[in-house]
């Protein structure tokens, strides 16, 4: 069973960039996809960005495209988002998922994630 755990969140001002991690372990197999959600106070998951484990090939929700960048480590050990010109509504508690993929497409669907992190809160004053 794949293990993630979120950290990096914190309290930044508007205009900041933060970087969030994910720490990924308990991958058997290669055609995993990984991805990161957010969720606002009173609000669905948002999905952000996936990636596919295996070749590090990208795809980002249009909302986000150009700010938030996805990546992972060459060890295959650490999934990442760069956020850059963070705004208030950036605030979200962010979320690392993952799912075993039999298909190259990533999904932006957060019910297709069976394995989730326990998120780490990103507060974004203005």
């Known amino acids: 069973q794949v293990q993630l755990a979120e950290s990096g969140g914190g309290l930044v001002q508007a205009g900041d960039s933060l970087r969030v991690s994910c720490a990924v372990s308990r991958v058997q197999y290669d055609n995993y996809h990984m991805a990161w959600f957010r969720q606002a106070p009173g609000k669905d998951h948002e999905f952000l960005a996936g990636l596919r484990w295996n070749d590090g090939t990208a795809h980002h929700a249009k909302p986000v495209r150009g700010r938030f960048t996805i990546s992972r480590d060459n060890a295959k050990t650490t999934l990442f988002l760069q956020m850059n010109n963070l705004e208030p509504e950036d605030t979200a508690v962010y979320f690392c998922?993952?799912?075993?993929?039999?298909?190259?497409?990533?999904?932006?669907?957060?019910?297709?994630?069976?394995?989730w992190g326990q998120g780490t809160q990103v507060t974004v004053s203005s």
């Open positions: 998922a993952a799912r075993r993929a039999y298909l190259d497409l990533i999904v932006p669907d957060r019910l297709s994630y069976n394995t």
